[in-house]
């Protein structure tokens, strides 16, 4: 479970930003990841609520920008598509290819409210 | 309150518009890699060759270690870091071997990070030492996504796990410089278990480690020293000649002979 620690970077550099642009809370977070970024989706989901809790970021939506894998392959020039678990170049069957996609574990956006309504002092379930 | 629901997480549902958007591109990993980046010039400047170990639990780390410190503990100054969830076992292991070691407990943490390899080393006297080992915790996974600082990262695979484990643990065998199958010395007994396979799984995911057999307990580690060597030597030569071959000319002072 290295997903909750990197929720908490997710959630600390989401929250500097609100920081610095003076917003009392963060509405969205949009992070790209990769298919061999070595994190879970569905587990990053899980964890980044208990990250984000007591911070401006508590309440925030996570959204996650999947991000396809791609090679570019030296012995053809081509880029191409391609599968995690097999990263050859699909056009032309080389091994050493380049990985140029996929590996993503990036903070694109930060979404910023102006209202600072909605902090859970308490706890709130969801229904 | 949600409009959707009811529930008092508003945003999870429907259209709720940013009242600002702000792009940052800034990876989740920038932290640890900073640091990592920090471990790694301390190495450097102390011109001590650090090299991460990972497989799954009960692979063969400690044994490979100490298989390794008999090997080469004449030879070279060596040190471990010992990554585990708890106990103190493993330290206990290599310093019963006369190489100091540094138990780092990482509790319910999954894997080492670069903040508790740079804690450690405040343990450690780099410049005494030759060639550095961070034992990492049992764990095909987490590891492979915290860069500590090495030189080079090393998984082992034992035999009983399966041939098929690279295209299982991609992101772990992707990133590896070189691939150990270990326990070897139960290929005998094993049916189902091709090191062939494994190079060619490891190819698939576009890595050229190479893809070498040990047994520590039936005293087959030559390839694993031979490459220990290799990369020592480049090290030392890289310390001894830092100018990079290629900044020539420019570099020199000396002046220019007329056209």
Redesign the interface.
């Known amino acids: 479970m290295h997903e909750l620690s990197l929720c908490r970077s997710l959630v600390d550099q989401a929250c500097r930003v609100a920081e610095r642009h003076g917003a009392p809370r963060v509405r969205r977070v949009s992070l790209r990841l990769g298919p061999l970024s070595g994190a879970e989706p569905a587990l990053m989901e899980t964890a980044f609520p208990f990250a984000a809790r007591h911070t401006l970021a508590e309440g925030a939506r996570l959204e996650l920008i999947p991000c396809p894998v791609r090679v570019h392959c030296p012995a053809c020039g081509r880029d191409s598509e391609a599968l995690a678990t097999d990263l050859g170049c699909p056009r032309c069957g080389e091994w050493r290819t380049r990985l140029i996609a996929g590996d993503e574990l990036l903070l694109e956006s930060v979404g910023l409210a102006a209202d600072p309504s909605p902090r859970h002092d308490q706890e709130a379930p969801h229904v | 309150m949600c409009e959707t629901?009811?529930?008092?997480?508003?945003?999870?549902h429907g259209p709720?518009r940013?009242?600002?958007?702000?792009?940052?591109?800034?990876?989740?990993?920038?932290?640890?890699d900073r640091l990592a980046h920090h471990n790694r010039a301390h190495f450097d400047a102390a011109g001590v060759l650090v090299v991460n170990l990972m497989s799954s639990p009960g692979a063969g780390k400690t044994r490979l270690l100490e298989a390794t410190i008999e090997a080469l503990g004449d030879r070279h100054r060596l040190a471990v870091i010992e990554g585990d969830l708890e106990t103190e076992n493993d330290a206990r292991r290599i310093r019963a071997k006369g190489v100091p070691a540094v138990q780092i407990t990482t509790g319910s943490?999954?894997?080492l990070?670069a903040a508790m390899i740079h804690d450690a080393l405040h343990a450690l006297s780099l410049e005494a030492l030759d060639l550095l080992f961070i034992e990492n915790v049992g764990n095909l996974?987490?590891p492979?996504?915290?860069d500590l600082g090495q030189h080079a990262s090393v998984t082992l695979l034992s035999t009983p796990e399966g041939d098929d484990k690279p295209?299982k643990y991609?992101?772990m065998f992707?990133a590896s410089d070189l691939v150990l199958v270990t326990k070897c010395d139960l290929l005998a007994v094993l049916d189902d278990f091709a090191v062939e396979a494994v190079a060619a799984h490891v190819?698939?995911?576009?890595c050229?480690a190479p893809v070498l057999e040990v047994s520590a307990s039936a005293g087959r580690i030559d390839g694993w020293l031979a490459w220990l060597e290799a990369r020592l030597a480049e090290r030392r030569r890289s310390v001894f000649h830092p100018v990079a071959a290629h900044a020539g000319g420019d570099l020199l002072t000396r002046p220019r002979s007329p056209a």
């Open positions: 629901c009811g529930c008092a997480l508003p945003d999870r709720a940013d009242d600002r958007t702000v792009e940052v591109l800034a990876s989740l990993k920038t932290r640890n943490a999954c894997h990070d996974v987490c492979a996504s915290f295209l991609p992101v992707r190819r698939r995911l576009a050229p």
